[in-house]
């Protein structure tokens, strides 16, 4: 793309990069030309100014600084992730030139909104991370990191174990096939045709979680995950990404020994495979809504209404009309039963035959998980405890 001069979508951030990585100047300055002209992305600005030292005037390094500054300033209440993150990356950019104003929005971003706000919040089960947001967040983790040296991640550890896996899990399993490569496409409660720039960050967001942290299992599996060709990101929007994050030398393991089950209870989450074939069935219930994933098609389920369990993989997924008891039966293949739509949050009395009767709590969503070892069949029996109505 950079040697045939087309047009990119981000050619702040796709011609700046391009200098950074092979030195090309006419790159560079069409970065700075870009930067100084109509741009009002503050991300894209402050990669220019960043990755194009060397090639600034005195007066672009004054005029942009400007900009960029302005900028911050006009976004300083807006404490979405993205924007966050575009002022994280515009406070690192200026921060040899007026230290005072990037010192001031790392400090109320580090102990302000994330350690007062989002990390609270995250290890509370609270929904505060889309997964539209996911590849955001991790350039701002990388930004504090790199320049600060501190892991924001470290104020909430057993959410960002857990994230990549349900990152991996809330894919449908069938591709989606684009102009040039196939896509991910990750659960989406709407309905319609998806966002295939939605999808490339999405990736992107994968790349740079194996990026972050390449020795963790979780980043191991999500690394064996992404390093199909197929997948390889080649459009104008998505190959500066697959070309900034991607790393094929990365070893990873392989995906299928990942579980099938993926249930999160403190947010209420749940993904469930038939397979790690493309061709699987799936099962997802995330905010608030219950899809079924089956020959290329998702199909809502109304959890409240009757319906047969699901057999899925290792899983029996039982719903139905709101019970206080729900029975099932698990064939020898099956070790899981799940419970889907029971009251949230409720104590309820599990029996298993020929086992002694034991409490299990539902999750915010009123998804209860019990574990058992296949080999047997096996009645299953959840009975809202006595008194917590």
Request: overall charge negative.
């Amino acid at each position: 793309y950079m040697a045939a001069n087309a047009p990119m979508p981000e050619p702040g951030f796709a011609d700046a990069l391009y200098y950074q990585v092979a030195g090309n100047a006419d790159a560079g300055r069409r970065a700075i030309a870009w930067a100084l002209g109509p741009a009002t992305d503050l991300r894209q600005l402050a990669l220019v100014f960043d990755w194009c030292q060397e090639l600034l005037t005195s007066s672009d390094r004054v005029a942009l600084t400007a900009r960029i500054q302005k900028l911050m300033q006009q976004t300083e209440a807006d404490n979405s992730i993205s924007a966050v993150r575009s002022r994280t990356l515009a406070a690192v950019a200026l921060f040899d030139d007026v230290p005072q104003v990037p010192n001031r929005e790392l400090e109320q971003v580090v102990h302000a909104w994330w350690d007062g706000k989002m990390a609270p919040a995250l290890n509370r089960g609270q929904d505060v991370l889309p997964r539209r947001d996911a590849y955001a967040l991790w350039e701002l983790l990388h930004a504090i990191r790199d320049n600060t040296n501190l892991d924001l991640r470290e104020s909430a550890r057993k959410f960002f174990k857990q994230f990549p896996i349900e990152h991996l899990m809330s894919n449908y399993p069938a591709p989606f096939p684009g102009e040039d490569n196939d896509y991910r496409i990750g659960a989406m409660a709407e309905s319609g045709d998806p966002d295939l720039r939605r999808a490339t960050l999405a990736r992107a967001a994968e790349l740079s979680m194996v990026a972050y942290d390449t020795n963790s299992e979780e980043s191991q599996y999500l690394q064996g995950w992404l390093m199909q060709d197929n997948f390889m990101l080649r459009d104008a929007f998505g190959a500066p990404y697959e070309f900034l994050w991607a790393n094929p030398y990365q070893p990873g393991l392989t995906y299928a020994h990942v579980p099938l089950i993926y249930h999160n209870a403190e947010t209420g989450r749940l993904f469930v495979r038939s397979n790690w074939e493309d061709s699987a069935d799936w099962f997802g219930y995330f905010d608030g809504v219950a899809q079924l994933f089956r020959g290329g098609k998702r199909l809502i389920i109304d959890v409240k209404s009757a319906g047969e369990p699901l057999v899925l993989g290792p899983a029996l997924i039982s719903w139905g009309p709101s019970t206080p008891d729900r029975r099932v039966r698990l064939e020898p293949e099956q070790d899981a039963a799940i419970f889907v739509g029971l009251a949230p949050s409720r104590v309820y009395q599990v029996e298993i035959d020929d086992q002694e009767v034991f409490d299990e709590t539902t999750d915010p969503s009123g998804i209860l998980v019990v574990d058992l070892p296949g080999g047997n069949r096996v009645g299953v029996r959840a009975r809202q405890a006595p008194g917590t109505d």
